[in-house]
């Protein structure tokens, strides 16, 4: 059947004149973006092939599996630990409602594990049967790209499989990053935290992004004691500067321990454990050491040089608004190309490709308003921008509303953890430039609010819209006093 196809940035009709490939489109990585990219592009009528890394929950240069970082060892693995270690606040809470706990509690981490290990194979197996009811056929095996329009698949048994394609897609993620200090290779990074054998009892945390912090939120969660290290004050760099300092509020009053504008030099393997030592001098023994400091591309054994297809500094490919690399048949998509590296951003990007390139309609990923969320315990969820961001971009004055209050579910148990909520808005506008909250499920309630933003929502809308009483959520409609007008080219409340 004929289809269009972009061609050199415009869309022509093929036909059967045209040189013949083995497949319209060949992905390499049958992550969250190759796999959409892949079944939405065999929908449009394209012939599609996709190949994969064996599958193992810890990956390496070659092990990986279909479904990628985030169904193997990412988002899904790491949410199941959140959602275990949530209960042990829980069933603190659970006696001033009434239940009489047996203070003899048992965890039982082997069962934990095993339950999370059958849920991502489970998943495994529905994102081949995804690919195979699309249409698509699926190797298991490295591939590499060797010319504009061909790409090798090495197979377990080291045989290599060539084939040729109209277009190629790269989609082969990221890795977790290892410092580079004396003793590194006693670290573990997120891959093996997911997959422990045991459950540490003294845990140390490099790091202060969203896996740093989730980590130290799960195992502290657990019953572990937990010393998190980071650069900066705060952690979570990147993110409103307010919401940072109540995240490490939280973290604190959870009992995990913070050493802020601290970094780790040396490990040393003891018979008491790891022994750690930082830049300030300091010393402490730990079972396992988690290196969470940041994550690089999964690019280097793909032979692009080779092809000519450019790469930036940290290894990520270089690609247009479109997703296309510098040679026209060669595209990429998710993390390996270091854009927003966000698993509905990489599926948002497979789409707007198979769009562009199958159907018929020139399509480009929209970065605004997408929102996120870090599972600390309790969570942190924003969408839009930052009052530090609003106050750069906003042509004038910014108003910034907040609301701190002890959820009515603390009231009762007595838990001394505020929930706090956070409306920016630009003064000319009254447009809602960005929200955040911190507090029990706030990525929830943000997914609705990010919807808002999507549609353009000023806060008179928010404020004639009425709320669900009682609950959390109410309060991003009832909040009407300004906490504080920020003049243009001020500086906010806080400037860490």
Known sequence: MARKMLVDGELSQTNAEEAHYDFDLFVIGAGSGGVRAARFSANYGAKVGICELPFHPISSEVIGGVGGTCVIRGCVPKKILVYGAAYGGEIEDARNYGWEVNENLDFNWKKLLHKKTDEIIRLNGIYKRL????????????????????????????????????????????????????????????????????????????????????????????????????????PLRGFDDEMRAVVARNLEGRGINLHPRTNLTELIKTDNGIKVVTDHGEELIADVVLFATGRVPNSKRLNLEAVGVELDKTGAVKVDEYSRTNIPSIWAVGDVTNRMNLTPVALMEGTCFAKTVFGGES?????????????????????????????????????????????????????????????????????????????????????????????GATKAQFDSTVGIHPSAAEEFVTMRSVSRRVPAGGKPKTNL
């Not at 930052?386 to 004055?397: V, W, Y």
């Open 363 to 455: 399509s480009k990923p929209d970065y605004s308003n997408i929102p996120c969320a870090v599972f600390s315990i309790p969570p942190l969820s924003v969408v839009g921008l930052s009052e530090e961001q609003a106050i750069e971009k906003a042509n004038g004055d910014v108003l910034v509303f907040t609301s701190t209050f002890n959820p009515m579910k603390n009231t009762i148990s007595g838990r001394q953890e505020k929930t706090v909520m956070k409306l920016v808005v630009d003064v000319e506008t009254d447009k809602v430039l960005g929200a955040s909250m911190c507090g029990p499920d706030a990525p929830e309630i943000m997914q609705g609010i990010a919807v808002a933003l999507k549609c």
């Open 131 to 234: 690919l195979s009811n699309a249409g698509v056929k699926s190797f298991e095996g490295e591939g590499k790209i060797v010319g504009p329009n061909e790409v090798e698949v090495t197979q377990l048994d080291g045989t290599k499989l060539s084939y040729s394609a109209k277009h190629i897609l790269i989609a082969t993620g990221s890795r977790a990053h290892r410092l580079p200090i004396p003793g590194q290779e006693l670290a573990i990074t997120s891959d093996e935290a997911l997959s422990l054998e045991d459950l540490p009892k003294r845990a140390v945390v490099l790091g202060g992004g969203y896996i740093a912090v989730e980590f130290a939120s799960i195992w502290r969660g657990l019953g572990a004691t937990v010393d998190l290290f980071f650069r900066k004050e705060l």
